[in-house]
Nanobody, 117 residues
Framework: QVQLVESGGGLVQAGGSLRLSCAAS????????MNWYRQAPGKQREWISV????????AYADSVKDRFTISRDNAKNTVYLQMNSLKPEDTAVYYC??????????WGKGTLVTVSS
């Protein structure tokens, strides 16, 4: 099994930056991709970014492209989401997600990001 723990959320003013972390433990060799999702109040959960384990390819939702950057530190088994130029509409609970072998689909508990105007 894989366990995921997010951290780094908080309150920031519009235009500011935050870096989220997602620490993975357990059967990490089974992970094919690490994703970040977010869920704003009253809205459905939204995929925002992925980093592929093999090759480190990345992709972003249009809503965060050119503002957010996903990266990873293999030595620390940690994936990061650097968020710049934050907007009030980025306010949400941010979730880390791992997908992999045997239909793995694991979620962290989330970390709250609040962007004030």
């Amino acid at each position: 099994q894989v366990q995921l723990v997010e951290s780094g959320g908080g309150l920031v003013q519009a235009g500011g930056s935050l870096r989220l972390s997602c620490a993975a433990s357990g059967s990490i060799n089974s992970i094919n991709s690490m994703n970040w999702y977010r869920q704003a109040p009253g809205k459905q959960r939204e995929w925002i970014s992925v980093i592929i384990t093999a090759g480190s390819n990345t992709a972003y939702a249009d809503s965060v492209k050119d503002r957010f950057t996903i990266s990873r530190d293999n030595a620390k088994n940690t994936v990061y989401l650097q968020m710049n130029s934050l907007k009030p509409e980025d306010t949400a609970v941010y979730y880390c997600n791992a997908k992999g072998a045997r239909n793995m689909d694991v979620w962290g508990k989330g970390t709250l990001v609040t962007v004030s105007s």
